[in-house]
């Protein structure tokens, strides 16, 4: 069991660039989250998804996409990418919302230069 | 809107010192409160979960406490090692919104042997 596995642990992107951080959970959790966090911050909520087909947006998604196409798997994509997006990024997964505890993978590092 | 604080920022106590680390939110309507323990360059990992009906939590050396009314919560971890140096976030699920986490910033732990 891998738990929450994320690809690639660390990126760097040119201005402009494009580029999907990759997401897969093998629990079977319905909840899946991308959250970002800058330096000396807590994280901050990018995008949810509640299930398979069904995403939406949460405290910061500009500049950002999502698609959960099968219940494993939510990749995040950055279109245009700016300096502002320079964070280390976070998956996570719960069983539902609620009285559930998140499970976070181990992140993906991305510099914009 | 909830606010998560967490003071001190940094806290550096020699070994065998008990931690105690503090989390203050504005909104008392909460399901649960979750501490994670976040390695340099890692993921996060899951500590303890305290459900909004209970009062206290705990995990071997971990104590967490949490009281609503008040909007705080404090963290013990007793008779501190070396290996317990990491940083240590609080993040609070609202029962209005039981996708988002709030986390606070976090504070950085040093234990000297």
């Known amino acids: 069991n891998a738990g929450v596995t994320q690809t690639p642990k660390f990126r760097i992107l040119k201005i402009g660039q494009s580029m999907t951080l990759q997401c897969t959970q093998d629990?079977?959790?319905?909840?899946m989250y991308w959250y970002r966090q800058d330096p000396g911050m807590g994280l901050k909520l990018i995008y949810y998804?509640?299930?398979?087909?069904?995403?939406d947006k949460g405290e910061v998604p500009n500049g950002y996409n999502v698609s959960r196409s099968t219940t494993e798997d939510f990749p995040l994509r950055l279109e245009l990418a700016a300096p502002s997006q320079t964070s280390v990024y976070f998956c996570?997964?719960?069983?539902?919302?609620?009285?559930?505890?998140?499970?976070f993978g181990p992140g993906t590092r991305l510099t914009v230069l | 809107k909830q606010e998560v604080t967490q003071i001190p920022a940094a806290l550096s106590v020699p070994e065998g010192e008990n931690l105690v680390l503090n989390c203050s939110f504005t909104?008392?309507?909460?399901?649960?409160l979750q501490w994670f323990r976040q390695d340099p360059g890692k993921g996060l990992t899951s500590l303890l979960l305290i459900q909004s009906s209970q009062r206290e939590q705990t995990s071997g050396r971990l104590n967490a406490s949490l009281d609503k009314s008040s909007g705080r919560s404090t963290l013990y971890i007793a008779a501190s090692q070396p290996g317990d140096s990491a940083t240590y976030l609080c993040?609070?699920?609202?029962?209005?919104?039981?996708?988002?986490?709030?986390f606070g910033a976090g504070t950085t732990v040093t234990v000297r042997a």
């Open positions: 996570a997964s719960s069983v539902a919302g609620g009285l559930n505890e998140q499970f």
């Open positions: 629990m079977n959790h319905n909840y």
């Open positions: 993040a609070v699920l609202l029962r209005s919104n039981d996708y988002k986490l709030s």
């Open positions: 998804s509640v299930g398979a087909g069904i995403t």
């Open positions: 909104d008392s309507a909460i399901y649960n």
